[in-house]
């Protein structure tokens, strides 16, 4: 029998891996940088997320290994009657893993996180180059229904 999968706020610890499953990527494999020891930008980004109590870094392990990692913040907002939205950033799942049913059950786990603290949607952006995850979000009922624009500074 199979140890059940642990989803957990992620602890300095698991950096490394989590900037592993960012660089595991066509895209951010030209993005990332995963030579150790790891750049500062990463350790500081990553204490600014744990210093934050509307942001939270998941990792999923299986088995002691981390095969998921997707970061939520909780965005409070003015419109829709002061509505809290839940953004996703940075999903992952190891490449090896996918397809095997474990990127669902970490966007079923941040749906009941970004709920029980009182968000009324769940939003992401996903480049428009990735179709295999277009498919993937509308077949979890996400609804491609705005155009993202980002300016890089």
Known sequence: MTRPLIFRQASHQDLGAIIDLLQDDRLGGTREDNIRPLRSEYVEAFD????????????V?????????????ILPGLSRLGMKRGQLEGVRIHSLRRGEGLG????????GFCRARGCAAIQLTTDKS????????????????HEGYKLTL
């Open 130 to 145: 990735r179709k295999d995850a277009h498919r993937f979000y509308e077949r979890l009922g996400f609804v491609a229904s």
């Open 104 to 111: 669902q059950k970490m966007i079923e786990w941040a749906t």
């Open 61 to 73: 392990e299986d088995e002691g290994s981390i095969v998921g990692t997707l970061q939520i913040s």
């Open 48 to 59: 600014a997320i744990l210093a934050d109590a509307n942001q939270f870094q998941l990792v």
